[in-house]
């Protein structure tokens, strides 16, 4: 079996990998979201002493 | 990868898809607790960053969809035998308890610190502590001992507007306790109107719900006495910030239709139910779904008019 041949096990479980893919990156997504949501949050603030140098 | 573990893939019959671990979620219940922790979230009295909340509602979810894993993982044996649940992925064979264990702890675990990270230690709490009620408490405790599993295992599906308002407030307050009595409540007659017309399943997998311990008379009885109580609480909650006019017309149509199907259930018999296959249970447990749903759609909607300045009191 030549190595770049798909695997039949390759073909069973596309869907289980498309959709944990699928799922990553909406999770990726998501944090950057939160991390965008969280600093431009007004409450936000850097700490006195990194404002200050 | 070795070549023993190699023939072993090759020889599997059948590798679970994405689908077979979603509907280890129970997705539908996962529609319940969805929507109850939006409406916490949109009644609470504090604004959330967009993402933030969908951050919160999708977390919560998760932590919810953990539990059914870990709820499946757990009693994959009595789900083999009852014909409503013989056909999840765990019984039916397509995913391993092992595989539903590790699926369920791994979600529980990113549930939970991602809520913390995204909104408050309260929240993360509270959806771990959901988590721990409904597995430990409901599911491995109360659900195969007591007749009352379902009044006390409610609690655990009653606790997501209670998150939500967390969420977004960072405390607790009587309104987000209201919230929870209300679903608290309604747990019950929901579920016995279920046992009524399912009660071969229960009694085949020896799930000691009040239909088998106590008889039908007595469930039929529960259920009124739930349902009283249920609109005292649901039509109370019209009177506090989070209700308003809209809010208390909806309860007291739905409380009133509500309380006749459920006196309609206590004058049947069972002579008389299972002439007409059960036809006033299932009409009473659909209309409990609608009921849950209506309750919570007016809460939100008070709270959205009350943005604009028409809702509440």
Redesign the interface.
Known sequence: MSLSRQH??HK??F??N???GLVLAAFVA?VF??T???VS?EDFALPTGEEAS | MSDASLNS??TQAY?????D??ALLKPRVMTLVVFTALVGLIAAPVAV?P??G??AI?FIAVGGGASGALNMWWDADIDAVMKRTAKRPIPSGRITGDEAFAFGMALAGISVVMLA??TNFLAAALLAFTIFFYVVIYTMWLKRWTPQNIVIGGAAGAFPPMIGWAAATGSLSIEAVLMFALIFMWTPPHFWALALFTKMDYDNAEVPMLTVTHGRRATRVHILVYTVLLAVLAVGLGFTSIGGPLYLTVAIYLNARFLKGAIDIWRRDEDMAEADRFLTERKFFKASLVYLFAHFGAIAAEAMLASVGWGGW
């Open positions: 039949e096990m069973r479980r869907s289980r498309l959709g944990l998501l979201g939160l965008v949501a969280k949050n | 893939t090759e590798d679970a898809g994405f689908a671990y979603f960053h993402i933030v969908i951050a999708l990270l995204a």
